[in-house]
């Protein structure tokens, strides 16, 4: 059974009117990424990825985290859409969040704007915001979406 899309309200947008294949898109407010008590990230320049089904996916320069919080791990996957992707322990002097950051080097067509950039799993850190909004991960902790009150559902990695 096909899931049921919400209604989007004034100002927000349904999940299930976003592309298959995924777009991307730039996108500029405030984002901020805390973990260990201290901002390890922040810019007010991303990318969002738009897939059917699932909440933005955001990419922030790696240029806007702190020196050292981003750690080289080994291991790889592959997305159909981006290509390989490698991945980033996140460290601060009071916590490590174990391949928490992934970024594509060398994305495949479409989406070479994010070559470099990193991406963070929300429900691995102490707190990602949009725009001065606390983010909800995406359900499941596989996929690496991020809910706010602007995206309506429901999202893929839910039951169901």
């Known amino acids: 059974m096909r899931p049921r899309p919400e209604t989007p309200g004034p100002g927000q947008e349904s999940v299930w009117d976003y592309p298959r294949p995924p777009r991307l898109e730039p ?9 260990g008590g201290q901002v390890i990230a922040a810019t007010n320049r991303s990318w969002r990825v738009l ?3 699932h909440p933005p996916t955001y990419y922030l320069p ?9 750690r080289d791990t080994p291991g790889a996957s592959w ?13 601060t002097p009071a916590a490590v969040a174990a391949k928490a950051a992934w970024t594509y080097p060398h994305p495949t ?10 991406a963070v ?35 893929k990695g839910g039951p169901g």
């Not at 790696?62 to 981003?70: E, K, M, P, T």
């Open 51 to 53: 897939e059917t089904s």
């Open 79 to 91: 997305c159909e859409w981006k290509g390989q992707a490698r991945y980033f322990d996140l460290v």
């Open 27 to 35: 996108f500029n407010a405030p984002i901020t990424i805390e973990l």
């Open 109 to 118: 067509a479409g989406f070479e704007p994010i070559a470099g950039a990193v």
């Open 62 to 70: 790696r240029s806007c985290f702190a020196d050292g919080v981003l």
């Open 121 to 155: 799993m929300a429900g691995q850190v102490d707190r990602c915001t949009v725009d001065g909004e606390t983010v909800i991960p995406q359900p499941g902790g596989f996929y690496g979406g991020w809910i706010t009150s602007r995206v309506v559902g429901p999202f």
